[in-house]
Every structure is written in structure tokens, then in C-alpha cells.
Nanobody, 120 residues
Framework: QVQLAESGGGLVQPGGSLRLSCTSSRSINNIPRMGWYRQAPGKQRELVALINSAGGTNYPDSVKGRFTISSDNTKNTVYLQMSSLKLEDTAVYYC??????????????WGRGTHVTVSS
């Protein structure tokens, strides 16, 4: 069982920056993969950034070069640094933890989300 708590959302102007945090209830050293997803009104949830336990990262083209995912294992926290924000980045951002179960399947855990609004 993993509880995830996001923070750091808010209102920011286009071109601005924001850092989101996701704190896990258990050590993230043992979580193979964590990530950030977002869901805009009327749209499906989409991947924003992934980080694995080895520190490898992955981003979709829509945020590559603007967003950076990182982790601090001492704080059990994953961050999403967002820069050069655009209007289309407006969404609810969710933290995700993916854990491999004993029967070999992946189980996803989600936070409640934090709102990010990009507006002038």
C-alpha cells in the first residue's frame, strides 16, 4: 500500500515556472517506477514524466525540454519542475507509483491531484 500526496499547484502566467512535489508514505527506493500524469477538462489522463528506481527518466514530446522529474530518496519525494509553461499545460496533475506485485502484475497508486492553471 502506498499513499501519495501532491503539492505545489497553483496559478501561474504563461512562460512561468512551478514545482510540484509528491511525497510517498513508503520509501521510494523500493518503488520501481514513479511518474506524473495530468488530466485537462474533457480530456484523457496523459503521461507527463516518468522516473525509475535507477534514475532513468522519460518524457513525451509535449513537455520535453520544459519539464524535469527528479527524486529525493531521503525525503521519499518526487518532484516535477515545470518551466516555460503554456496555456495548454493547465490540468490536474497526478502523482503515480507503479509497483510489481507478487504475481507479476503492475499495480498503480495515485495521489488526489493538484491543480495547475496557466493563465494571463
Amino acid at each position: 500500500q502506498v499513499q501519495l500526496a501532491e503539492s505545489g499547484g497553483g496559478l501561474v502566467q504563461p512562460g512561468g515556472s512551478l514545482r510540484l512535489s509528491c511525497t510517498s508514505s513508503r520509501s521510494i527506493n523500493n518503488i520501481p517506477r514513479m511518474g506524473w500524469y495530468r488530466q485537462a477538462p474533457g480530456k484523457q489522463r496523459e503521461l507527463v514524466a516518468l522516473i525509475n528506481s535507477a534514475g532513468g527518466t522519460n518524457y513525451p514530446d509535449s513537455v520535453k525540454g520544459r519539464f524535469t522529474i527528479s527524486s529525493d530518496n531521503t525525503k521519499n519525494t518526487v518532484y516535477l519542475q515545470m518551466s516555460s509553461l503554456k496555456l495548454e499545460d493547465t490540468a490536474v496533475y497526478y502523482c503515480n507509483a507503479a509497483i510489481l506485485t507478487l504475481n507479476g502484475t503492475w499495480r498503480d497508486y495515485w495521489g488526489r491531484g493538484t491543480h495547475v492553471t496557466v493563465s494571463s
